[in-house]
């Protein structure tokens, strides 16, 4: 082995694997060339000897570690039983002290003799390895002397066979060394190198590839695809070549042109568009414009670029014109949102083709807190129906929003009756917040919109008109300080609302002499009474209560449909049972009641005549007048009302009368006559085909004579 003097700022010896070095601490090393802390053995500055790796640095000591080891587990095996030999035990026991002891002392391997003769603070039994001359130095206690001993790894042989290549992992069992001049055969592939595939491998070779090899080459040799709307992920396992081309994927059919530019359509087409395509121009349109916006450079708010080209402004009245012939809504304008003062102002004029101008003025009322409100005034049209029904025209003016507070966005809408063409001019605008009044006529006619709150149409009411939200009609044909009579609809407060007949025509929220009311309290009553006599209880005029089931007059019931009524006079109206009225007597001793009844089960309604004070039953001598289930009309004793033939009657289609079943007049008539006529014998009974001489009388016929009591009867004109 041979050692050199390294010319660094550390001492270094070293070998073909390891070295002896001095690290920064001064410690002598004895370590992999580049692993200085993966040390077999560490001599300290104090004399401490630190051994990782005692094979490297004895082998012989080794061997007989390996031989002790051997003899421990032979004594173990055979301590049961077994006599040993302490004395041998003890020698080998000696021997392996004196070998820790020996290598205990072992200072290091040094580079040259001087360094182990400087060593400092040496021991009996101390011993260092020199690299010098490659021999074993021993301390005898008062000096270091050079031996004849080589140092251990001179005694390794080096090996003469040939390195083996790489291959499958494994620590080896040679005890010989490499030479330092040693090279391995080559282990490379002499296989050609495959080509790349789609899944990979991670291969079983354990040659190593050539730095010049070079992979087949696996580029594909179809021509490429075009691009396609859905895209593909592909399946093919070959590249494309640098230098390859797609096909054209652009419209060839030169029949196929671009479109002319309409409503936005993200378009179906897997063509792009060449560079240099040209859209074809649309001239003339058939229909209104509906861009929902033109752009102009240097354009005012107040301006509009109009489809033309030419710019108009607010000032000169912006109109438009919509097809009303299916009705629907139009949005007029958007009162956007603000957090300040300032209300702007705008008025609208709404012609149609079949009807007089209508006007809507509008202002909203911004605050601090956004918009609050929104008033406006909407006059119907000149010509209405009798009903006040606009058949051609706006009929509803509302306005709903979006938001709350400073963010909320008013809106405002009109209804269309069906009208056909109707035309929205913008005809009064205030110079003042323009900014606030936003999307003039912008919208086409919709059929739906959301709920809102209603501006009411105020109406051509000649002299009338509204007053302070009241409705008063005045007399035009009278001096108004002679009759002084007006109509006024209104309220006084949020819960009563009346009509007031006789008021005052120079004001309104006045009472006059011999003014009357009738109105909705805020207990919901209705009241009729004059207005000076007026009373929260009602107790005045006439009323009728919230569920109208009692009727009062100055505080006395008239109808109660839950009780019994009575009104006090001659008659008394007794309780209404399934529907009947009794009529009772003020004097009950003389028991002549009325009872009208019905039985709607059966049908039947009737009149009983000479009844008693009860609502039920019949006394003696009470009559009845009788319409039964079938049709006819009896007048009988109530008695009898439920026998057959008893009392007078008339048919069902009201053509034959009947007593007690015998038909004594009409059609069918057997013992009377048929024209309708009825002769009577004074209270005596009339015989019908007799020739009797009696009292009762009778009527008779020979064929040539008529005959009344056996005597013929002579005939002649009677006077009228």
Not at 124 to 130: F, I, M, N, P, T
Not at 398 to 418: D, P, V
Not at 455 to 477: C, F, R, S
Not at 571 to 590: A, R
Request: net charge negative; hydrophobic share 30%; charged share 15%.
């Amino acid at each position: 082995m041979q050692y050199t003097k390294k010319s660094s700022s550390n001492s270094v010896m070293d070998n073909d694997n390891y070295q002896l070095t001095i690290d920064d601490q001064n410690n002598l090393l004895y370590c992999p060339k580049n692993n200085p802390t993966d040390y077999a053995m560490k001599l300290t500055q104090d004399g401490l000897l630190i051994v990782n790796n005692i094979q490297l640095i004895n082998n012989d000591f080794l061997q007989k570690i390996i031989v002790l080891e051997q003899q421990v587990q032979n004594i173990q095996q055979q301590i049961n039983g077994q006599s040993q030999d302490i004395g041998q035990l003890q020698a080998d026991v000696q021997v392996i002290n004196t070998e820790l002891a020996r290598q205990t002392h072992f200072r290091g391997y040094f580079t040259t003799n001087d360094e182990i003769l400087q060593l400092v603070l040496p021991a009996l039994g101390d011993y260092a390895y020199s690299a010098e001359d490659l021999l074993v130095w021993d301390y005898d206690g008062s000096q270091w002397v050079e031996t004849d001993q080589i140092v251990p790894d001179q005694m390794t042989p080096a090996s003469d066979a040939n390195p083996q290549s790489d291959g499958t992992v494994s620590a080896g069992t040679s005890t010989e060394y490499s030479r330092g001049d040693h090279i391995h055969p080559l282990n490379i592939s002499t296989s050609v190198p495959i080509s790349d595939t789609a899944d990979g491998s991670v291969g079983d070779s354990v040659n190593y590839a050539r730095s010049n090899h070079s992979h087949p080459i696996n580029t594909s040799t179809t021509i490429p695809l075009q691009d396609s709307a859905s895209g593909s992920v592909g399946t093919a396992n070959s590249y494309a070549r640098s230098d390859h081309q797609h096909t054209i994927n652009v419209e060839t059919n030169a029949s196929n042109i671009p479109i002319v530019n309409g409503v936005g359509n993200n378009g179906t087409s897997t063509y792009y568009s060449r560079h240099d395509h040209v859209h074809p121009q649309q001239l003339t349109y058939d229909g209104n414009v509906t861009a929902s916006k033109f752009i102009k450079t240097g354009g005012l708010a107040s301006e509009v670029l109009c489809a033309n080209g030419d710019t108009t402004t607010i000032d000169t009245k912006l109109s438009r014109t919509y097809n009303g012939s299916a009705g629907g809504w139009i949005r007029l304008y958007n009162f956007p949102a603000g957090a300040s003062v300032g209300n702007p102002f705008i008025e609208f004029k709404i012609y149609t083709q079949y009807n007089a101008v209508q006007t809507i003025r509008l202002v909203p009322y911004y605050s601090v807190n956004g918009i609050t409100n929104v008033y406006g005034i909407f006059t119907a049209p000149v010509r209405i129906s009798n009903n006040y029904v606009i058949e051609q025209g706006v009929n509803q003016l509302f306005h709903n929003h979006s938001g709350s507070g400073t963010s909320a966005i008013y809106s405002a809408y009109i209804r269309l009756e069906s009208s056909g063409g109707v035309t929205i001019v913008v005809s009064d605008q205030s110079t003042y917040f323009t900014n606030r009044v936003t999307e003039i006529l912008t919208q086409d006619v919709v059929q739906g919109v959301s709920n809102g709150t209603q501006i009411p149409i105020t109406y051509d009411l000649a002299n009338g008109g509204i007053l302070n939200n009241m409705l008063q009609v005045n007399p035009t044909g009278r001096t108004y300080g002679t009759y002084n009579n007006g109509i006024r609809i209104g309220n006084y407060n949020t819960e009563y609302s009346s009509l007031y007949l006789g008021c005052s025509t120079t004001a309104t929220n006045t009472t006059q002499a011999g003014q009357w009311e009738i109105s909705k309290t805020n207990d919901n009553v209705l009241t009729i009474n004059p207005s000076s006599l007026r009373q929260t209880d009602h107790s005045v005029g006439l009323s009728i209560n919230s569920d109208s089931s009692i009727i009062k007059f100055n505080g006395n019931e008239l109808v109660n449909a839950g009780t019994d009524q009575t009104i006090n006079g001659r008659k008394t109206f007794g309780g209404t049972t399934c529907s009947n009225i009794q009529l009772n007597p003020s004097d009950v001793s003389y028991g002549e009641g009325l009872r009208i009844a019905n039985t709607p089960i059966r049908n039947v309604s009737a009149i009983y005549i000479g009844t008693s004070t009860s609502t039920s039953g019949e006394i003696d001598e009470q009559w009845t007048i009788i319409k039964r289930s079938t049709g006819e009309l009896y007048i009988c004793r109530t008695a009898d009302q439920n026998i057959v033939d008893r009392g007078l009657a008339i048919s069902a289609d009201g053509n034959t009368l009947s007593f007690n079943g015998s038909v004594i007049a009409g059609t069918g008539a057997t013992n009377g006559a048929t024209n309708g006529s009825v002769n009577y014998s004074a209270g005596n009974p009339i015989l019908w085909g007799a020739n009797s001489v009696d009292t009762e009388g009778g009527f008779y016929s020979n064929g040539t004579n008529i005959c009344w009591r056996a005597r013929p009867i002579t005939l002649g004109s009677a006077p009228p």
